[in-house]
């Protein structure tokens, strides 16, 4: 992470110096990313604050601060800033995905639903799928989630499907081995939201005490050295 936020620091001071204010709040809650998994909430919250300063109406600005909120607990904050995502433009599945994923660590699951069902039609993706499985998992509706798994495997023929996504559902199911054969895989591409799995684990108990956990995390950590 250390070299990440030096570079990503780079581009923020070049950013600011040819004036590109587009791509600055990006790169600052990309930075304050970083620093929450490092463990700095105020640090990630000062950037966080600041890119949304320079454009609170960017969809993807604050598609990332109610992501960041999510990683750090900070569901009342979080929650508010999905319903302004949708405020700003309904047709937008961020919102709906973000509110569907805080409201299922809820177990708000009725409301967590509702709002990933509105994302996966506005965005029919292993990504939205992922999320709508883990959500019937939660719930103990396996059949259902089987359902969405299989319509995972369907997308392979039309669409990249990510090996992250389809281990969350599993995870859900609680067949652990095969979740841990994918998040293995997801690994080895390099997966981007192996980075986030932490802030999964948390939903599946067995999964977060079971021992390759720590190791996978200790490979993400020596991977991102």
């Keep these: 992470f250390d070299k990440a936020l030096e570079n990503y620091e780079k581009s923020a001071l070049l950013a600011k110096k040819i004036k590109y204010r587009k791509v600055l709040p990006l790169i600052l809650n990309r930075i304050g990313i970083i620093h929450l998994n490092q463990g700095n909430y105020p640090e990630a919250l000062k950037y966080a604050d600041s890119a949304f300063a320079l454009d ?25 800033q999905g319903k302004r995502l949708i405020e700003l433009d309904p047709n937008f599945y961020g919102g709906h995905y973000l509110l569907g994923l805080m409201y299922g660590d809820l177990k708000q ?3 967590a639903l509702k709002e990933t069902e509105i994302c ?7 990504f939205t799928l ?26 392979r023929s039309s669409q990249s499907v990510g ?25 080895e591409e390099r997966e ?18 079971d021992p390759r956990s720590k190791v996978l995390a200790q490979k993400i950590v020596a991977l991102n050295k």
């Design 56 to 80: 609170p109406f960017s969809l993807m600005n604050n598609n990332h601060i109610a992501l960041l909120y999510w990683m750090a607990g900070d569901y009342k904050k979080g929650i508010a």
């Design 109 to 111: 699951y009725e409301e």
């Design 120 to 126: 996966v039609s506005q965005n029919y993706s292993s």
């Design 130 to 155: 992922s999320l709508l499985g883990k959500i019937y998992a939660m719930m103990g509706e396996n059949v259902k989630t089987r359902e969405v798994l299989e319509k995972m495997e369907a997308l």
């Design 163 to 187: 090996n992250f996504d389809v281990a969350v559902v599993y995870a859900g199911l609680r067949e652990f081995d095969k979740t841990f054969q994918l998040l293995e895989k997801a690994l």
């Design 192 to 209: 981007g939201f192996m980075l986030y799995l932490k802030y999964y684990l948390p939903n599946f108990t067995e999964l977060e005490q």
